[in-house]
């Protein structure tokens, strides 16, 4: 006999997952990252489901959660882009294992946990940068001095 019935909670764990991955997903899309809107809702979503269906398949299952981290490490490294001087990506790979976690976290019911690590994510993202632009307009700030001597 086919099992038709879906709880409410694990219903719920999804949409917080979704909202949560949107949120996330807007910030990034808003800054035209590779990995946008729908690819972080995915993700959250994704692990969401996976954490799911390991609890209902046997309890907590460890290696699941494992696997998760292991799959969603190798998508970030797609992310990744080395040039000669730079690498670009590192942000955005993190931004999928976060995302990730999130899922997880919304996956075994902890619902709140979950929007409070996507305003941590979203504050980190959102406030870093000017952190970051602060310490660029400081290493920019340099004097050279150049004399030359004609002999």
């Given at each position: 006999?086919?099992?038709?019935?879906?709880?409410?909670?694990?219903i719920?764990?999804?949409?917080?997952?979704?909202?949560?991955?949107?949120?996330?997903?807007?910030?990034?899309?808003?800054?035209?990252?590779?990995?946008?809107?729908?690819?972080?809702?995915?993700i959250?979503?994704?692990?969401?489901?996976?954490?799911?269906?390991?609890?209902?398949?046997?309890?907590?299952?460890d290696?699941?959660?494992?696997?998760?981290?292991?799959?969603?490490?190798?998508?970030g490294?797609?992310?990744?882009?080395?040039?000669?001087?730079?690498?670009?990506?590192?942000?955005?790979?993190?931004?999928?294992?976060?995302?990730?976690?999130?899922?997880?976290?919304?996956?075994?019911?902890?619902?709140?946990?979950?929007?409070?690590?996507?305003?941590?994510?979203?504050?980190?993202?959102?406030?870093?940068?000017?952190?970051?632009?602060?310490?660029?307009?400081?290493?920019?700030?340099?004097?050279?001095?150049?004399?030359?001597?004609?002999?």
């Amino acid at each position: 006999m086919i099992d038709l019935t879906i709880e409410i909670r694990d219903i719920i764990a999804m949409l917080v997952s979704v909202i949560c991955g949107g949120i996330i997903g807007f910030e990034r899309e808003y800054r035209n990252k590779s990995a946008g809107f729908r690819t972080i809702i995915l993700i959250s979503l994704g692990s969401t489901i996976f954490t799911i269906v390991s609890w209902h398949g046997s309890g907590t299952d460890d290696r699941i959660s494992a696997n998760i981290i292991t799959g969603i490490g190798f998508i970030g490294a797609g992310v990744i882009f080395k040039d000669r001087i730079s690498v670009r990506g590192l942000t955005t790979a993190a931004v999928i294992w976060t995302s990730a976690a999130i899922g997880m976290t919304a996956g075994v019911g902890y619902h709140a946990l979950a929007f409070v690590l996507t305003v941590c994510t979203l504050c980190v993202l959102v406030m870093v940068s000017y952190v970051e632009k602060i310490i660029a307009d400081l290493q920019k700030e340099r004097m050279v001095t150049i004399t030359f001597i004609n002999n």
